[in-house]
């Protein structure tokens, strides 16, 4: 894929930076919800909580134009933003853009400390994406999953997280999970998930309507290929030499192909209610 825009301004580059704690206002408080990890891990089980009200204080910066990773980040982020803008104007709603925090090693977010080995992730508690870039050379090696178009699922993802956050739909998978079992919330996880994944797709099919954005050959397959690598099934049959179904949180590698390219094929924000559909 190519993007000829600026870049996107909510782009923090916290990679090399440092500092202390500092009290939020507001009372922000934690959030800690299972969603936005790429490949199967549970945050809750991976971040290491903060006092309530807490988080890192770093120093931060506009990422550069002269970083190629962090400029093709940026340019995925910006053709989120057009085109959540502008699926929220259609339903009548103010799209918030959410900002996207580069990092390396570990970070503080308002969900706790997380490190690299967990993957992207979204934080509902302070609508950001986190990212050690590190992780597309996982993807890569680890996974099979090379290419730019790969990289850029990775982002949307997240981004459909945020998605969710703001129509209050991870609010509610949360709400209900105090009432469930281990098995029934991980198969509202994967609901989830697989509508995150959705949601990257539909964001593929419109970002080709945008000026800035051209498609390349091979794209549509680097990111099913992305989708396939980092199923449940497979991820547990690399881990572990057997699959649990009970144990998934993300879906399968097929159901993850399936919600991607329905979202990419339809383009269409009501075909992806994951919620209701047989179809996982």
Not at 51 to 58: A, K
Not at 117 to 126: E, K, L, M, Q, R
Not at 243 to 259: C, K, L
Request: net charge negative; hydrophobic share 35%; charged share 20%.
């Amino acid at each position: 894929m190519k993007w000829f825009g600026k870049g996107s301004d909510n782009i923090e580059d916290a990679r090399g930076s440092s500092g202390g704690k500092t009290l939020l206002g507001g009372g922000i408080g934690l959030i800690v919800v299972l969603v936005g990890l790429f490949f199967g891990t549970d945050l809750t089980g991976l971040v290491s909580q903060l006092p309530l009200g807490e988080t890192q204080q770093v120093e931060v910066k506009q990422g550069s134009n002269t970083d190629p990773e962090l400029k093709f980040v940026s340019g995925v982020l910006e053709s989120t933003e057009q085109v959540w803008d502008e699926e929220f104007s259609k339903m009548g709603k103010t799209y918030e853009h959410p900002k996207l925090q580069v990092f390396t090693g570990s970070v503080e977010s308002a969900c706790g400390r997380a490190d690299a080995a967990v993957g992207p992730f979204y934080c509902p508690g302070d609508h950001k994406v986190y990212i050690d870039l590190g992780f597309y050379t996982d993807l890569k090696d680890r996974f099979g999953a090379a290419g730019d178009f790969a990289q850029a699922y990775v982002v949307a993802h997240e981004v459909g997280h945020h998605v969710q956050n703001l129509l209050g739909i991870s609010e509610k998978l949360e709400r209900a999970g105090g009432s469930l079992s281990k098995t029934e919330y991980n198969k509202l996880s994967v609901k989830l998930e697989l509508q995150a994944d959705f949601f990257a797709g539909l964001w593929a099919n419109h970002a080709q309507k945008l000026k800035d954005f051209e498609l390349d050959p091979g794209d549509l397959e680097e990111a099913l290929t992305a989708a396939n690598a980092i199923g449940d099934d497979k991820l547990q049959q690399q881990s572990s030499g057997q699959v649990v179904p009970d144990a998934f949180t993300h879906g399968t590698s097929a159901q993850r192909m399936y919600w991607f390219k329905k979202g990419f094929d339809t383009g269409d924000i009501n075909q992806g209610d994951t919620f209701t559909s047989n179809q996982l």
